[in-house]
């Protein structure tokens, strides 16, 4: 049962229930408020409002006192913008018989509107949006709301994420877009299709990544419903008109632009497609060489497309060591050795994506697409672990049989204690560990990892313009 509220009144008091001083304002409001989740604190649930430029507001309810509800304030509407987060005390919102009948266990709607434009959605100046798209290296949990086999919404993956629960990141903790997020100082974009990515939430960016797809859309049959790189694309034309209602079409195309897009594709085309068994469809439609350059052609339209969507710093990453990883040792070497088979198929794969992307800035005349030689940053580590300090970069610290290499990680798994000792995570994915030897690279490595230039230097050519 719906309860709507409509209200007019000057307020002239609970204005600084956050402590935030400003000076009274007539206001209309009209309460909406839609759906919410419990936490350990209390209820509290993130909004659009569609009267005050789509502002962010927060239904807030505690047992205990919060630095976002002082003793005096019940409940309070936090509407959050750049410069200032207001609050508004319901105790004098609503008649103590309404106060009483009003259900936290019922959805309501909200729709605020303020007569100055004081929480209005506006990007902080200094923020910077980061998108990604990919694969299993860099989703960080959209696959949890599909119907799909590729998922790591179980334990012990997130063993050593902040909250030591799984988010659907293929990692023990964090992975390489939040490590990134985590040097640049800002918040790690939520996935695309997690309900709370909405409001003032989407200035932070946006996950498009999917575990398990590729450069081609049928690179990743087996596990159904993923998100295929197209449409992931179509996704962040999306959020560009998601966003464009909450700030305006000016500023969504500035956002845009000085944002910051890391793409990670091309393991899958080999491992689920081209390899996946024996006389797979596309190895007796392509000899491996062909079937590379048709990789290349149909990479060159995904990266036109996200400069055709006004994406201007892009980073694109290779093929880590498909052939090395403890998957692929498990069913295709007897002493360890790296599979040679697709060994060489990352070594004609990479090269050519790193001249594809230095073909299109010289045909853009402008640096941005940057390539990222993953497959150089993860043999540092594979070929002399000890030198990084693991112990081994042949055993996952999660897995069964041979290497840890055969099946998933599940609980019922092998688990390494220590997983700052393991280069590899699961059967396919990198620790979280050796992750951040990789984005310490891509910040700060030499042309033979980064070319045109590394992240630093990109973000600096930013700075100095500014």
Excluded at 209 to 228: C, E, H, P
């Amino acid at each position: 049962m719906f309860k709507r509220c409509i209200i007019s009144w000057a307020v002239e008091r609970h204005i600084d229930c956050c402590q935030v001083p400003i000076a009274p304002f007539p206001v209309s409001v009209v309460l909406e408020f839609k759906s919410y989740s419990s936490t350990s604190t209390g209820r509290r649930a993130i909004y659009e409002g569609s009267m005050i430029s789509q502002a962010e507001l927060i239904l807030y309810k505690s047992p205990q006192p919060s630095p976002l509800q002082p003793a005096h304030c019940n409940y309070c509407i936090l509407s959050a913008s750049s410069a200032k987060l207001v609050a508004i005390s319901l105790q004098d919102i609503f008649h103590p018989t309404m106060r009483q009948s009003f259900s936290f266990s019922s959805s309501i709607f909200v729709a605020l509107l303020l007569v100055l434009g004081v929480a209005s959605i506006t990007p902080r100046a200094d923020a910077r949006a980061f998108f990604i798209f990919g694969d299993s290296l860099v989703d960080n949990g959209n696959n949890n709301y599909l119907l799909t086999s590729a998922r790591a919404d179980a334990p012990p993956y997130g063993i050593d994420y902040p909250t030591h629960r799984p988010t659907g990141r293929f990692s023990n903790g964090l992975n390489i877009p939040d490590i990134i997020s985590e040097r640049m100082g800002m918040q790690s974009p939520l996935p695309y299709l997690a309900p709370e990515n909405t409001g003032q939430q989407l200035l932070n960016g946006a996950n498009f990544a999917s575990a398990g797809v590729g450069i081609l859309n049928d690179t990743g049959f087996q596990f159904m419903n993923i998100i295929r790189i197209t449409k992931q694309l179509e996704y962040y034309q999306q959020f560009q008109t998601r966003v464009g209602s909450l700030i305006g079409e000016a500023q969504t195309t500035q956002l845009i632009n000085q944002g910051l897009v890391l793409i990670t594709l091309g393991g899958n085309d080999f491992v689920n497609n081209y390899y996946l068994v024996p006389f797979s469809a596309r190895s007796r439609q392509f000899a491996l060489p062909d079937y590379v350059r048709y990789l290349i052609s149909e990479y060159r339209k995904i990266l036109m497309r996200l400069y055709e969507l006004g994406s201007r710093k892009v980073i694109v990453t290779g093929t880590g060591p498909i052939g090395c990883v403890p998957a692929e040792l498990a069913q295709r070497s007897r002493n360890g050795e790296c599979s040679a088979e697709l060994q060489h198929a990352a070594s004609l794969f990479n090269p050519q994506l790193a001249q594809l992307i230095s073909d299109i800035n010289s045909e853009l005349g402008s640096n941005v697409f940057m390539a990222a030689n993953t497959m150089a940053m993860h043999m540092d580590f594979v070929s002399n672990p000890q030198a990084f300090g693991f112990v081994t970069s042949k055993i996952a610290c999660c897995g069964q049989g041979p290497y840890n290499g055969i099946g998933l990680c599940t609980p019922l798994s092998n688990l390494c204690p220590n997983r700052d000792i393991y280069a590899f995570w699961d059967p396919f994915h990198p620790s979280e560990r050796a992750n951040r030897i990789i984005v310490q690279q891509i910040f700060s490595g030499s042309p033979q990892y980064m070319q045109p230039m590394n992240l630093s230097a990109a973000l600096a050519m930013d700075t100095s313009r500014t």
